[in-house]
């Protein structure tokens, strides 16, 4: 049973910068795909950010095109844990972020099969 654990949100200015984490354990299901979700108030949740693994030790990232050049997924394996670094924030970068696994390499949420709990980001104008 893979178990995710984010930390790092909180709150900024617009134009400011967070990194999120996602540790890792019970598991090596995370290793194939990590992805970062973010659901706003009143809104659906959607994809930002995923890291793939297509080799022995090479990865692939993909992004939203709203985050794109601003926000960047990194992995620590040795640490077991994922990254969200997010530069240029906007108020609508606001939300609860969550990370999510899964053996896939794919943005769509329900091919996710684990998820974290989420912590709060909330960006002010």
């Known amino acids: 049973q893979v178990q995710l654990v984010e930390a790092g949100g909180g709150s900024v200015q617009a134009g400011g910068s967070l990194r999120l984490s996602c540790a890792a354990s019970?598991?090596?299901?995370?290793?194939?795909?990590t992805g970062w979700f973010r659901q706003a108030p009143g809104k659906e949740r959607e994809f930002v950010a995923r890291?793939?693994?297509?080799?022995?030790?090479?990865?692939?990232?993909d992004y939203a095109n709203s985050v794109k050049g601003r926000f960047t997924i990194s992995r620590d394996n040795a640490k077991s844990t994922i990254y969200l670094q997010m530069n240029s924030l906007k108020p609508e970068d606001t939300g609860v972020y969550h990370c999510?696994?899964?053996?896939?390499?794919?943005?769509?949420?329900?091919?996710?099969?684990?998820w974290g709990q989420g912590t709060q980001v909330t960006v002010s104008s």
């Open positions: 890291i793939s693994r297509i080799g022995r030790n090479t990865y692939i990232a």
């Open positions: 019970g598991g090596s299901l995370w290793t194939d795909t």
């Open positions: 999510a696994a899964s053996s896939r390499a794919t943005s769509r949420e329900t091919d996710y099969d684990y």
